[in-house]
């Protein structure tokens, strides 16, 4: 069974880390690109970051940047969100999506998707 499965969501504290994986099982995820997306209540999902193949080529949103760090462990199969100096605007159900084309601009080119992840920043 094809699946991705994402993890490390939870309730922090602003200016609290978390790290966020997505692991996949059912396929390798060296042969894809993986993207984060987010979800607020009454917001439209956005795109958070994203990572080629080889992991060589990374993005962010202005929003995340210098906050947020994607890599990626093929080895393990898994790829990671690290997410520092949480904001309560970061509030969000987090998603990873694998697909042909690192971007997070177009999500429907992403062929997998995860369930997400619960992201809550609260004092």
């Known amino acids: 069974q094809v699946q991705l499965v994402e993890s490390g969501g939870g309730l922090v504290q602003p200016g609290g880390s978390l790290r966020l994986s997505c692991a996949a099982s059912?396929?390798?995820?060296?042969?894809?690109?993986i993207g984060w997306f987010r979800q607020a209540p009454g917001k439209e999902r956005e795109g958070v970051s994203c990572i080629s193949r080889s992991g060589g080529t990374t993005n962010y949103a202005d929003s995340v940047k210098g906050r947020f760090t994607i890599s990626r462990d093929n080895a393990k199969n898994t790829v990671y969100l690290h997410m520092n100096s949480l904001k309560p605007e970061d509030t969000a159900v987090y998603y990873c999506?694998?697909?042909?084309?690192?971007?997070?601009?177009?999500?429907?080119?992403?062929?997998?998707w995860g369930q997400g992840t619960q992201v809550t920043l609260s004092s």
């Open positions: 999506a694998a697909g042909g084309i690192a971007t997070m601009t177009f999500p429907l080119q992403y062929d997998y």
């Open positions: 059912g396929f390798t995820l060296d042969s894809y690109a």
